[in-house]
């Protein structure tokens, strides 16, 4: 079975704190995604990358920044956390661009700035 | 991207097949069908998909209409662990995935004990 896993479950930080979020997949997925989940909003895609060191934006990759070092971890960097980043943040990987919307999902961290 | 149109919410009893429909009119040769589901406080969880040939695996089978039109996801023995909201999303494969996943309202399937 596919595995992500994100470091945390719940998460609360201050505002202006840089925040990191890590994802990792053990089944070699060339893809790797970062969303937000919004009551209302619904998933909203904010950055991806198709190999390690490579990204693209996604529709509101504003107040975000990626890292992709290995191929395996994904991370997620609010450079300074502010109250309207307050989400549930959802990684995904998906075997290859062929496949890229077969995408496995990790449990989520909610994060609460305050 | 073509629009789905799915019931708010059914029910079902534990044991029984589990029928979700889908309408996707206005889909395109090129689109395929996907199913997700996220069961609460849990991420989006990945079931089936399929362009027009039924499709089944461990979890569940997906039957599509002849014109496409159309599409139910079946879980053959429904448990109380199915409790969750089912998407039916369509896609063009192949494009790395740059559009992102998201999803309509979809079905609320409760399975009654």
């Known amino acids: 079975d596919v595995k992500v896993t994100q470091s945390s479950r719940y998460l609360v930080k201050r505002t202006g704190e840089k925040v990191f979020l890590e994802c990792v997949q053990d089944m070699d997925h060339e893809n790797m995604f970062w969303y937000r989940q919004d009551p209302g909003l619904g998933l909203r895609l904010i950055y991806f990358?198709?190999?390690?060191?490579?990204?693209e934006k996604g529709d509101i990759p504003e107040g975000y920044s990626v890292s992709r070092e290995k191929k395996e971890r994904f991370s997620l960097i609010l450079e300074s956390a502010s109250t309207n980043q307050t989400s549930m943040y959802l990684c995904a990987s998906s075997l290859s661009p062929s496949r890229d919307y077969e995408q496995y999902f990790g449990p989520g961290t909610r994060l609460t700035v305050t | 991207d073509a629009k789905t149109t799915q019931p708010t919410s059914m029910d079902c009893a534990e044991g029984r097949a589990a029928n979700l429909p889908c309408n996707h009119s206005t889909i395109s040769g090129n689109e395929y069908v996907y199913w997700y589901r996220q069961i609460h406080s849990q991420g989006p969880q990945y079931i089936i998909h399929g362009l027009k040939n039924n499709e089944t695996n461990e979890m569940a089978s997906l039957i599509i209409t002849e014109d496409r039109k159309s599409s139910t996801l079946i879980l053959p023995h429904a448990t109380l662990r199915d409790t969750a909201v089912y998407y039916c999303?369509?896609?063009?494969?192949?494009?790395?995935?740059?559009?992102?996943?998201?999803f309509g309202k979809g079905t609320h399937l409760i399975i009654q004990p």
């Open positions: 990358s198709y190999d390690v060191k490579m990204k």
């Open positions: 999303i369509v896609r063009v494969a192949g494009g790395g995935g740059a559009d992102g996943l998201t």
